[in-house]
């Protein structure tokens, strides 16, 4: 398995359940940005808000078809009845459709897509393909729904569901004309039987949010989510200069490495002490030598030689590093002063 092993481990594992709109699933997406990084890959976090369930919203869409189809038991309910479940069928099928529907209004939390690109680099003459891999890192309530039974049957009972709430108009219409009074109460009957089938997934959904729990995903969206970085670290060259930052050593600097590195200004006066110590010794000035190519001023005399060095005047700026003598790494750099 290799590294898909660890990602698995991290989500289902160390993170654990990730319902949507919460903070472990955005837990699982800093993971993620952190893994996609790491390979060089340009990520983008999309946030957006999104409903925390969407159980609830069709819960009470099967509930107002089941009521629409009880309605035409009574006269003076048909035609409302008739209203009622084209509502019901126009809005659950936008719904369906992610425009607006009940889910919408339903409460609702932050949550966040995570994308990755990766563009290699293309030969002479050579054409690439865009393939985009999806994978879901949140997880669900565990459900009735979601026993092997019903998965496997899964496009039969949902296309049932769909059949029923957009033919249930039809039903109640035929039931709420003149004409058919002739045939009531059978036809009702018929009605009832016909939206019978709702009444299914109205308890899966219903004992769903009641009573089952959120599930880690390992044999669901942390598998796919491994799977997918398992086929990014097959595609993606390792990030290039990528290495394990060695801890420094202590490094004691004297007044000769200082110079020797060429860091010290010219005129700069070094004084060191042992950490701790009230006083340093007094600063011991050091000035650079000077050669005869030197530029030491014009035919008149005027010195041309900057300010700021060791053979300038007796009012002229200067500038100490002071540092102990167990110091790490670069002293402190203090401001100048006059």
Known sequence: MGLESVHLRELASEIGPRPAATDAEARAADYL???FIARGLEVDRQEFVTPRTYSWAYAIYHLLTLASAAAVGVKVLRWPAVLLATAVAVVMWLDLDT????????????SQNVVARHVPKARRGERTKRVIVVAHYDSARASLGFSPGMVKNFEVTFTLMKAVTFGMPIVVLA??????????????YVTLAFGAYLLVPLFINVHRELFMRFTDGAGDNASGVAAMLGVM???VPEAEGTFDRPDPQPRRRGEDEAWAADVVPDGAALSYAPAGAADASAPRERVREWS?????GDVDGTSSIPAVT??????????SFEAPLSAVGTPEVPDASA
């Not at 005869?292 to 030491?296: K, R």
Request: no cysteine; glycine share 8%; aromatic share 10%.
């Open 233 to 235: 670290d097959r595609i």
């Open 33 to 35: 940005e952190t893994v």
């Open 175 to 188: 039931s709420a004309l003149p004409f058919t009074a002739g045939a009531q109460p059978w036809l009702w």
């Open 292 to 296: 005869a190519d030197d530029d030491w």
């Open 310 to 319: 060791g053979m300038a005047a007796a009012d002229a700026p200067t500038t």
């Open 99 to 110: 425009r607006w529907g009940l889910s919408s209004i339903m409460p609702k939390g932050p």
